[in-house]
């Protein structure tokens, strides 16, 4: 897993779902429009251990896993 900072993290879910967008509004599949860093297990369990550090942790938490 990569290091990771809470608003770096933002922008990665917010270009996530840009691009899950444009796919729905073309038809094209879903499939590898994730990053694998996304999908990583790792990036959830430091989502959930920054979750009692940070405010944020918990909406990215949720966004993320909205997006899986």
Do not use: H, V
């Amino acid at each position: 897993m990569f290091e990771l900072e809470p608003l770096s993290f933002d922008r990665t879910l917010r270009d996530a779902a840009n691009t899950l967008a444009r796919r729905s509004a073309k038809g094209e599949p879903f499939a590898g429009a994730l990053p694998d860093a996304l999908l990583d297990d790792e990036t959830l369990a430091w989502l959930r251990e920054l979750g009692s550090k940070d405010p944020l942790a918990p909406a990215l938490e949720r966004w993320l896993l909205r997006l899986r």
